[in-house]
């Protein structure tokens, strides 16, 4: 145990995907309070080892026709958030992180959940880009102006040629591109499109877990040719259909992905504060630390772990940011 949390706490962690922003207000809490509410705030990061945290600007179904206003909102709010916690690093390229993880600073990358909020028009796309947002998660469950999430996939829709327009200016900026809940045709339409690694922040191994937001094995072979990584969700319902999820439950979609395609997709997308209650030993950013003991229990070596931990991400981070 001593080695494991040694390991841990000299990695880079990175959590691809976490929706505090959005319920940061509404629950009374503060980014650099500790709260005995949620899932996630600074010090809980601190203690949890994550260096770099993917913070979702998410637009629910409730806010579509005002999908814009609500992200620039959500932006306000973390804006004023970083000025309360000038130690919080805004991730804008990679020299960013690499000055945070040197100076033991935590990073925000900014990364807006659905494409609804560009309203139609890669100016809008571009304006977010100057604010500082890097990561766009094309869909969420349903339809927008960019392809069919993963509720619409019966259509068999894939990317509109708005989408397409999307992902090749994205490329061009350098925002990474996340394909959680988009359906299988847009999964492999974008795959086509796009020149550089995507991630999928926030799923897990449909053959482990028949969710609709899951991955197919080939699906997780195409993300690996690309390059990408996959960040594990700590979603009790996408890890498992059985009552409680565990962390062994977790665990093994670690070992099926590592065994179709090694250990080099592999990321963290806990999904904290996006649901009620993650798997057991994982109850909130604060307990990451038994994600590495239990890697390391199973006799993950020291190199594999750091690379799940955070290595992988990394490596994208520096392929798209620049």
Not at 89 to 108: C, H, M, N, Q, T
Request: charged share 25%.
């Amino acid at each position: 145990m001593d080695r494991a949390e040694n390991l841990h706490r000299t990695s880079p962690v990175v959590d691809g995907h976490c929706d505090t922003l959005s319920v940061l207000e509404a629950q009374g809490r503060r980014l650099g309070q500790e709260a005995r509410t949620g899932h996630l705030d600074l010090p809980r990061m601190r203690r949890g080892g994550i260096r770099v945290q993917f913070f979702a600007l998410f637009v629910p179904p409730a806010q579509r026709a005002r999908a814009t206003v609500h992200v620039l909102e959500l932006l306000d709010l973390f804006f004023r958030e970083l000025e309360a916690n000038p130690e919080l690093v805004l991730v804008r390229s990679y020299r960013d992180v690499e000055g945070a993880l040197a100076a033991d600073r935590p990073a925000a990358v900014l990364a807006i959940e659905g494409g609804e909020a560009l309203g139609g028009s890669l100016a809008v796309l571009r304006a977010f880009y100057r604010l500082g947002v890097r990561s766009l998660t094309l869909t969420w469950n349903h339809r927008n102006e960019l392809a069919d999430g993963v509720n619409e996939g019966r259509t068999g829709g894939g990317l509109t040629a708005f989408g397409v327009s999307v992902v090749r200016e994205m490329n061009r900026l350098g925002m990474v591109v996340d394909l959680a809940h988009i359906a299988e045709r847009g999964f492999w339409d974008v795959l086509e499109v796009s020149s550089a690694p995507v991630i999928v922040s926030h799923a897990n191994c449909r053959r482990l877990c028949p969710h609709p937001r899951n991955l197919s094995d080939e699906q997780i072979r195409g993300l690996a040719r690309n390059g990408g990584v996959l960040g594990l969700s700590f979603v009790p319902h996408f890890v498992t259909s059985r009552v409680p999820a565990t962390l062994d439950d977790l665990l093994d979609h670690v070992d099926h992905v590592a065994g179709l395609v090694g250990v080099d997709h592999l990321g963290l997308g806990s999904d904290f504060d996006g649901t009620a209650a993650p798997v057991w030993d994982l109850e909130d950013a604060s307990r990451l630390v038994n994600f590495t003991r239990g890697l390391v229990a199973r006799g993950y070596d020291e190199e594999s772990v750091r690379k799940i931990l955070g290595g992988n991400y990394l490596r994208v981070l520096a392929r798209v940011l620049g």
